[in-house]
């Protein structure tokens, strides 16, 4: 049966179209003429129309979570739906991509196999609507021009499913007998509209913070050492559930048990790609599902590219370190560039098909070019040993740093990115749709984050200093959102071509994350959290012979952390990126690479390398909904289904009823 939402659309689409166009049917010898428009219609939709998903399944559970009032509502509905735990777990295994996250020349889906990037045919489902005759029996005739028509015969209460040509028109002729003798014959040219959809750029882009499935933990606690010497330098944190290592930090007791990073990684939070850490919750998919989910006469191929991590020599132009390695088969060292893969699908797509094109290209990037993450590490590591051998190790810098590179450094880099990918959307930049970042650090209508440890006490060292935390955050709202917004609308001096160079900006979501920080709190967040999460920033136990056993001081167990439920904060803290990932750091530098598990650099990357400060899925929904205006006019969406109807000659029903149609 047909979603409410397609039922809606195509009755404001195309029923006018049908009342209009209706004509009257041809009399049948010996009976009246009918003078009546016809009282029932072609209804039609694409299948699983989001072709990343393998099964249509996946694709409905989309469908059904929609309302018409946008993606952020409808990922609230799918996270109070799986309590918390997160649609994507169920769905990270069945898409269109390898184990690398590589997109495949051709991908199974829902039994047939079909080339991802030049699909030659589509599924559809195709039914009468309106008023027709209780019991009546329904004769289709499909022609694309190519081969004999297909037919089929059904009650008419049935939906007939078939594939249709891409890029080719299919005319559906639907012929109903009448009650009082007559006939009548509805016809519908059925054209699926395939767009090519590229998504680019860097962490926020790609769904850092949001893992499809997050890493279990165990209620027990795991050691972890600090930069110091003497009892003082272990602390003790959830672990990983099913974890048949040692929990010590005993180096004896480690190496007995077989303590191994193979070990830990096999239980690894689940990405569908895990060395750019790209996430089905990620906004560039969000918004392209988005379309899928409200046009029914579209397929949406979408491409991912976006890598966590990048910036736009290293990641978007150049090879970059792996983010992590997935939890089964082979740990790639580096990602190839998001250009090189674009070219390599592109020229894949033009094998095929000479003329295929991408419609539009979503970007998000920049931030990563200023060293954010060294602004962040600055705010949030208090004077400590950790703090000086960070900052020996050019992990952290201050504003002025990173207010150099933005105006020294970045405007060429960008310009050089415009210019890459110019010929890929025809030479109108405006088809790259560019969605700036949410300041991650305000709340209550756009006031800076006091700071502290709220959020951020998942290791000792962490403290965000309130001076240093407004300082970014004015830097933020102040100088790099203007800048990156000059930069993609060809402000100023820019652009050489302001015309043809000019990128579609994307920022209305930014008021929204004012009041989402990951400083925000509400009554209504989860029960967890709320007890769990002290403001105070107390919510570990410190002795360490209590921690071992129940590291967290509240009544809940750490499996009962929900990385998905609807919460005020939209931006990961330092303590959810933990609970939800707890990352081991293949991409760091090798000389912050960890030594062992309990190893004091892995306290602290563990808290922050799996999307501290990124958005949650709450805010990447919010992101999409942001961008989905943007791309429904570049894209020229919805668009009216052409209809028309026409007098059926003399009725001659088939003597058998075909029971499906074939290829």
Known sequence: MFRPVLTALILA?????????????????????????????????????????????DFQRHVAASRGDGVLAAEQRLARASDGRGWARDM??????????????????????????????????VVAAGALPPQAVCAWTFDDGQGAPRQVTTPCEEEVRLRVRAGKPTTAALDVGLPDGTAQRVVADI??????IAGMGDSIAAGEGNPDRPVALDDGGFCFRRFLAGSTSEYFRPGRANFKGSKACDASLSSALGNTAADWAKLNARWWSATCHRSLYGYQLRAALALAV??????????????????????FFNALRARECPATGACVTNNPSQMSRLKEAMDLARKHDKERKLDLIMLTIGANDIWFAGLVADVIIEASTERTLFAKGGMIIDVPDAQKILDNDLPGDFARLRAALKPYVGGDLSRVVYVTYGNPALANGGQVCPGGRSGFDVHPAFNADPARLRKVADFVTEKFLPRMRALALCEGKACKDAATERMTFVDSHQDQFADHGFCARADTDPAFDRACFSEKGESFESNPAEAAIEPLRCNYRARDFRAYAPRARWVRTANDSYFTAMTFPEGISPALQPSDLHDATWGATSAVYGGAVHPTAEGHAAMADAALPALRGLLELPTPQQIRAEPLPPLQMPAQAAPAITR
């Not at 996250?101 to 030659?120: K, L, S, T």
């Not at 046009?295 to 736009?312: N, R, W, Y």
Request: charged letters at 20%.
């Open 92 to 125: 990270v295994d069945n898409l269109c991509v390898d184990q690398s996250g590589r997109i495949p020349e051709f991908c199974q889906r829902d039994g047939e196999r079909e080339n991802y990037v030049v699909p030659a045919d589509h599924p559809i489902g």
């Open 191 to 196: 054209l699926v509209k395939d767009m090519l």
């Open 13 to 57: 689409f195309a029923g006018p179209a049908l009342a209009q166009n209706a004509a009257p049917p041809a009399a049948v010898p010996g009976q009246p003429a009918a003078v009546t428009a016809a009282p029932f219609r072609i209804e039609w939709e694409v299948k699983n129309r989001f072709r990343l998903f393998k099964t249509e399944a």
């Open 294 to 315: 409200e046009q029914p006469h579209t397929a949406v191929t979408f491409l991912p590219l976006a890598c966590s991590g990048s910036t736009i020599d290293l990641g």
